[in-house]
């Protein structure tokens, strides 16, 4: 049977143990000197003390047998005993670190409380993180890219709107010049008539 592991068989193996030493010790020292007493004040015969270990190891028994959870909590136990075990320790030496842990708290609470209020302001801040502008950026840039691309084409209309005007500026220029040149030459003509 391993250290530590509480099991129904080693739970009634264990009071087996108790009563074998109980009663060894009764019959050393004799029968329990106080001797209860009845109502009609006859003295109840003494209970040796192993007939009580033998009635509570049956109460526990029947114990074991009615609640199903008390099984399953000890075989859950068990399983954590033998877990603790190969981690090379025992539950006293847990008991003992969560006792460890109580003293180091109590010891640092001041501090403790500090980073715990450091903790609720960071906690009240986390949702500056993120501002719901960031969350939009993925909206604005499809509207920007919708801007560049209407701007490209802008820009590729005007291009063709600036050739247009300057071809026609060019073609007034040739019209004009033309029209001016026609015009020096009737002038020159109407000097030359008499």
């Known amino acids: 049977m391993k250290r530590g592991n509480v099991s129904h068989v080693a739970l009634s193996s264990n ?3 108790l009563s074998n030493r109980v009663a060894a010790a009764e019959s050393r020292v004799g029968q329990p000197s106080v001797v209860p007493k009845l109502k009609g004040g ?3 015969p003494p209970v040796p003390v192993c007939d009580k270990i033998g009635a509570l190891e049956k109460s526990v028994n ?3 047998e009615k609640e ?22 025992e539950s006293s030496n847990l008991v003992l670190n969560n006792i460890v842990k109580r003293n180091y708290i109590i010891q640092r609470s001041d501090r403790l409380r500090e980073v715990g209020k450091s903790l609720g302001e960071i906690q009240e801040l986390e949702e500056h993180i993120t501002p719901p502008v960031y969350q939009e950026l ?11 691309v209407n701007s490209a084409m802008t820009v590729g209309t005007a291009i063709k ?3 247009h005007v300057s071809k026609m500026a060019e073609d007034y220029h040739k019209t004009v010049m033309s029209v001016n040149s026609q015009l020096l030459v009737w002038n020159r003509m109407f000097d030359k008539k008499p």
């Open 62 to 64: 029947e114990l074991f």
């Open 138 to 148: 993925p909206k604005h840039s499809e509207q920007l890219h919708k801007i560049e």
């Open 42 to 44: 006859a003295e109840e």
């Open 68 to 89: 199903t959870e008390i099984l399953e909590f000890e075989k859950k136990m068990g399983c954590l005993e033998a877990w603790v075990e190969s981690e090379h320790s």
């Open 15 to 17: 009071v087996a143990d």
């Open 161 to 163: 709107l600036h050739e």
